[in-house]
């Protein structure tokens, strides 16, 4: 995608994931009689807004800087520094007026609507479509250089365990909460022999050089449909045949296909290809069937200059999808945002003892822009998932018990719960203050991480 449409989607998930944060800090506020003086959506820094509109006593607006937003409470200290209020008496729509128990819920708001969100977002999604299950017995396929690679599995290899436990489908074998564990061994099928690799201790970071998975299932190469007036048709190939070879190398995934017709435009290229003489019609024939029956067949094909010769892929992976109802979406919409939440916390955790590379693993605006448009590219159900599992990151760094941060802010009031009055307010302001100075150059390093590590 190109750069307008990249900035495009990074606006939009932002938009949306900042929209639904502060709207938690606003409602919990309203909620419990708090005056909201600022309801922005991106920042309005040196007064530069794109809209403001007052509605009661409250300036809604949407800010030129795009990378954030705010709720401006009043009675309270948050990244405004708004000294102004201090000179007078708590007044009853304050925030520093309310009890301790209000003030926590307030600022636990926007994290838990960040959460509600997810969850909303991976309930819709399985309502709609329901539950994908890839059986096992799809073979994997291991890219070039990826860390599955070097774990040492290889393409063909079926996967049987995962720590132990049965696999029956590659959703399973994938899950992303495998990946944050302590250790991860998966014990493979290999040749009719059973194998066990052992994934290193940093897999993330590897995944994340790397910019793919780097497994799947394969995809045999069976064609679906010929194209008239093209290379394959001129050449005789035919709908239902399974690519087996090119110039004398093994091909088992689609992908190899494609990259070596496309790697030969305008060169010839020897074809070997099966093909079943007399399918039967209405039964559903499999790349198994096809390699166990089919007549074996070479051809010589030129592709044409854009490196095509007019075939398309025909579905031949098992897969199987589940219909819920809505009692089951929403639970297991619910399972899902936990885990994804737990494994988020799983791989803070790495990050901070050392055991994934801090530069790989975490993202800015740039590494989230572009992510977000691949997503986007993909369909409008990966860039959902997408923007659910920002928001559980954006939900999981707020509860940080970090200055500035929803976390931080939480363990100020909730000492003074338990020290029962008010820090003095000299404290509380340098500590914000350092802690926007903290965020400011994290900020930054991560800006400056974004440009030199894309």
Known sequence: MDFLSTTFFFIVAIFILVTAHELGHFLTAKLFGMRVDK????????????????????????GAFPLGGY????GMVDES???????????????RAKPVWQRLIVLAGGVTMNLILAAVIFIGITL??????????????IEKGSVFESMGMKTGDRLQLANGKPLDSWEEALDPELFTARSLRYTLLRNGKSVTVEAPSNIMSKINTNKSLGIRPIVPPVIDEV???????????????????INGKNVSDWTEVVGIISSNAGRPIII??????????????????????????????????????????????????????????????????WKMSAMTVQG??????????????????????????????????????????????????????????????FVLNG??????????????????????????ALFAYILINDIFNP
């Open 415 to 440: 000492i003074e719960g338990i020290i029962r009055k008010e820090l003095p307010f000299e404290v509380k302001m340098r500590i914000q203050q350092i802690g926007m100075a903290l965020l400011m």
């Open 227 to 245: 194209l008239e007036k093209m290379p394959a048709s001129s050449a005789g190939i035919k709908s239902g045949a399974l690519i087996t070879a």
């Open 128 to 141: 709609v479509l329901g539950e994908s299950r890839t059986s096992v017995n799809n073979p994997a396929f």
């Open 39 to 62: 309801f922005y959506i991106g920042f309005d820094f040196f007064e530069k807004r794109l809209w403001k509109k007052t509605i009661g006593e409250t300036e809604y607006g949407i």
């Open 71 to 74: 709720v401006k409470i009043a």
């Open 81 to 95: 520094l708004d000294t102004s209020f201090q000179s007078g008496e708590p007044q009853p729509w304050e925030f």
């Open 348 to 409: 803070f955790v790495k990050i901070f003892t050392g055991q994934e590379d801090f530069r790989k693993s975490v993202g800015g605006p740039i590494k989230i822009a572009k992510i977000a448009s691949q997503s986007a590219e993909q369909g409008p159900v990966s860039f959902l998932y997408f923007l659910s599992m920002l928001s559980i990151s954006l939900a999981i760094i707020n509860m940080l018990p970090v200055p500035a941060l929803d976390g931080g802010q």
């Open 272 to 337: 070997t290809w099966l093909h079943l003489k007399a399918p039967q019609k209405g039964k559903t024939i499999t790349a198994e069937e096809i390699r166990a029956n089919g007549e074996s067949l070479v051809t010589t094909v030129v592709p044409n200059a854009s490196g095509k010769i007019g075939i398309s892929l025909k579905q031949t992976i098992e897969t199987e999808r589940r219909k819920l109802n809505v009692p089951e979406s929403m639970i297991s919409g619910v399972k899902q945002t």
